[in-house]
């Protein structure tokens, strides 16, 4: 199958520090990625689509200015924690749609956990 | 409203059992996808099969096999003679079609233990 990256796979910091999540895909081109964060022993909250060349769209509750998406590149997306605090601490997951409609799946990056100290 | 449900928080199996996991989806659309995925511990979610809403045959892939009842709104998720290696939390999700492109809603998933 396809492969998305993240990375860091693992980020420490302090509360009040910004930490940014990369998100690629090796090898093949996505004009649409998706974040997703999801706590422990739950499922995958979709957070925001990420389209290339413009503005995310997030999902209702999520602070847009909280979490900045980027996605400057056909391959790149990146996920920016602005001033972040031990609640954003989670596990944050990037997919990339690949197909359209009919044939279109998603297929995840490892996923990047955040410990906000 | 889009709803994927999946009833069984955990599952625990010996080695070689059959195990099946459900998964049952609420949508008013007549054309949507459905998909199953695996996330062992380490955390990436590892994509199992993608299912077409026309398309009701069941598939077979080695020891996992799917069945799809569009009757019952289910898809669920077979695994024969099970083995430790299969131990992952396994998520049914449903892909719709909303205001110009595919959402996917995730179901709260279901841990299967499987011990040696």
């Known amino acids: 199958g396809a492969v998305v990256s993240q990375h860091p796979s693992w980020v420490i910091c302090k509360s009040g520090t910004s930490v940014k999540i990369e998100c690629r895909s090796l090898?093949?081109?996505?004009?649409?990625m998706f974040w997703y964060r999801q706590f422990p022993k739950q499922s995958l909250m979709l957070m925001a689509t990420?389209?290339?060349?413009?503005?995310?769209?997030?999902e209702q509750g999520v602070e847009k200015d909280k979490f900045l998406i980027n996605h400057a590149s056909l391959t790149l997306s990146t996920l920016t924690v602005t001033s972040a605090h031990p609640e954003d601490s989670s596990f944050y997951i990037c997919?990339?749609?690949?197909?359209?409609?009919?044939?279109?799946?998603?297929?995840f990056g490892p996923g990047t956990r955040l410990l906000v100290l | 409203a889009q709803k994927v449900t999946q009833a069984q928080t955990e599952i625990s199996v010996v080695e070689k059992e059959d195990v099946t996991l459900d998964c049952v989806y609420e949508?008013?659309?007549?054309?949507?996808?459905l998909f199953w995925y695996k996330q062992p511990p380490s955390g990436e979610l590892v994509f199992l099969i993608r299912?077409?809403?026309?398309?009701?045959q069941n598939e077979i892939s080695g020891r996992y096999s799917w069945n799809f009842q569009k009757s019952t709104s289910s898809f669920n998720f077979t695994i024969t003679a099970s083995q430790v290696v299969d131990s992952a939390v396994y998520f049914c999700?449903?892909?719709?079609?909303?205001?110009?492109?595919?959402?996917?809603?995730f179901g709260s998933g279901t841990k299967l233990n499987v011990k040696p």
């Open positions: 949508t008013r659309d007549t054309t949507y996808y």
């Open positions: 090898d093949f081109q996505a004009t649409t």
């Open positions: 997919s990339a749609r690949i197909g359209t409609s009919e044939q279109e799946t998603q297929y």
């Open positions: 990420s389209n290339e060349g413009s503005k995310a769209t997030y």
């Open positions: 999700a449903l892909c719709s079609h909303i205001n110009n492109f595919n959402k996917f809603y």
């Open positions: 299912r077409n809403s026309f398309d009701e």
